[in-house]
């Protein structure tokens, strides 16, 4: 295993959810850890809390000056880039007959499009360490959620071109691999429009019992995911469900 | 940590599993058909590591080695296998069941067990080392690719049915391992050198990797994951098209 204290890494959509949970594991192991998001105040709040090994950069994936932006700030801030972890994400929902086109595409570029273009961009720098792009895929990917038919055909991508990218890149020496969270609380479940942050969380915590383990999942569950794949030399287009066994299809009878 | 109980510990992989589960803190019982290796390899590991002969595919054995514990074992690592090469057309009928009764049948009966120990202990994580050959079929291969596909089906009926008593299941798919059963084959040069060129970062795996593997899946920190196989690979699995030739004036069919 590689240890990641000292390394470098990139987490875009550190400001919330998933990937200030992961941020904030990977200071906690040591790392140097360079966030982005859209939303300055958010990425700021996370950078404050975990201190001067954690630096916030403004911007947007879908934006190309501002991923060139954030690759370099990475790479100045942790001497080099060890790990991308590609955690910014957006959910768009609707019926069939009412999805709009531009919403769709847009998703497709924050989800997909975005995350694909940095990694390219990013990709000398890693293969200079040796290192590793992880992806997020979802639940979506393996059981059906009604309405959220935008958001599971994006992170169908993402867990297919996984694969792709992995065999790709291994002869320049670059895993790239993918984690698969469960039902996680955070508030890309409010901002899909699944109501009130008490609506969402009721939403999310109906669920637990189709769980193996019998509950939801929480970021820094998933952050482990991260910190393993991050070091594990060895694996390449791997994809880790980190999901409580919700994709088992439990039924307590 | 507890205590961790790896099987087929007496060589190759399950040694090193073993070793990295004892300097990871756990306490370790050695289990493997051959007393004479298992013990050599305990005396080596010191005096958190305790060996003892066990065959995976009697029940008696398996019920009698987990009565011998000292306490539940938070980790089990179902690791003993066995491999028969040959075509399926001229297979015997007793290496097709010596493979059954080893990978699949002695997963499920060291499971059944460990789960029955964990279960008042308030959980436990099992590892069942698969292969590769479990996610995708190879020529030779035998009984051993529907055992190890078998086992990884096993390990979501088990996580599946053991979650709500704390108890998380996955696992391992090692790929091409430079350890154990495959020495034989890595011995011959240009095999080797044909087998890491198919590799998509292009070397041969470790036990050590696989140990990794299995000791995060053992951890808290996968204290969210169970169900699952992971593949230590190489990114083998997902390049089966890698090596398909293409004319380099042609970037784009169909638009």
């Not at chain 1, 997909?112 to 990013?122: D, E, F, K, M, W």
């Not at chain 2, 190890?148 to 089906?153: D, E, H, S, T, Y």
Request: aromatic share 4%; with cysteine; charged share 20%.
């Amino acid at each position: 295993m590689r240890d990641i204290a000292g390394t470098s890494i990139l987490v875009t959509g550190g400001g919330s959810g998933i990937g200030a949970g992961v941020a904030r594991t990977l200071v906690e192991r040591g790392a140097r850890v360079t966030i982005s998001g859209r939303r300055e105040h958010k990425i700021r709040q996370v950078a404050g809390e975990l201190g001067p090994a954690c630096l916030a950069v403004p911007g947007d994936v879908t934006v190309a000056a501002d991923r060139e932006r954030l690759v370099e700030a990475a790479v100045e801030h942790g001497g080099g880039l060890d790990t991308l972890v590609n955690a910014a994400g957006n959910m768009y929902r609707g019926a069939l007959a009412e999805l709009d086109e531009q919403r769709m595409l847009d998703l497709y570029h924050a989800n997909v499009v975005g995350p694909v273009q940095l990694s390219g961009l990013a990709l000398p720098a890693l293969a200079r360490s040796k290192g590793s792009i992880i992806f997020f895929g979802s639940v979506h990917t393996q059981r059906a959620f009604p309405g959220a038919s935008p958001y599971a055909a994006t992170k169908g991508a993402l867990e297919s071109l996984t694969g792709v990218l992995a065999s790709e890149l291994g002869a320049q020496g670059v895993r790239v691999n993918c984690v698969r969270p469960g039902a996680v609380y955070t508030e890309i479940n409010e901002r899909a429009g699944l109501g009130t942050p008490e609506e969402a969380h009721a939403r999310l915590q109906g669920l637990a019992g189709a769980h193996a383990l019998g509950r939801i999942g929480t970021p820094e569950e998933v952050a482990e995911a991260v910190v393993y794949l991050a070091g594990a030399e060895w694996v390449t287009g791997g994809i880790l469900t980190v999901d409580g066994g919700l994709a088992l299809g439990v039924t307590h009878a | 940590m507890g205590l961790a109980v790896v099987t087929g510990a007496g060589s190759g992989i399950g040694a090193v599993i073993a070793r990295h589960a004892a300097k990871a803190g756990y306490r370790v019982a050695l289990w493997d058909v051959d007393e004479v290796s298992v013990r050599e390899v305990a005396a080596d590991i010191g005096e958190s590591a305790v060996a003892r002969k066990v065959d995976v595919t009697s029940e008696p054995s398996v019920v009698a080695a987990f009565e011998a514990l000292d306490e539940a074992p938070a980790l089990v690592v179902n690791n003993a296998g066995l491999v028969r090469f040959g075509p399926l057309r001229t297979l015997s009928l007793d290496d097709w069941e010596a493979v059954l009764k080893v990978n699949l049948t002695g997963t499920f009966l060291v499971s059944r067990q460990a789960a029955a120990m964990m279960e008042p202990a308030s959980g436990g994580a099992i590892v069942n080392i698969a292969s590769i050959n479990g996610i995708a079929a190879a020529p030779n291969a035998g009984a051993y690719t529907a055992t190890k596909a078998a086992v990884i089906r096993l390990t979501e009926q088990m996580a599946l049915e053991w979650g709500p008593a704390g108890i998380r299941v996955n696992t391992v798919a090692p790929g091409l391992i430079l350890a154990g059963m495959s020495d034989a084959i890595y011995a011959d040069e240009q095999v080797r050198e044909q087998r890491q060129a198919q590799v998509p970062l292009g070397r041969l795996g470790t036990a050590e990797q696989v140990a990794d593997c299995v000791l995060f899946l053992g951890s808290a920190g996968a204290a969210y994951i169970t169900g699952q196989v992971l593949a230590v690979d190489g990114g083998l699995t997902k390049s089966a098209l890698r090596n398909l030739a293409r004319p380099k004036t042609v970037d784009s069919v169909g638009l």
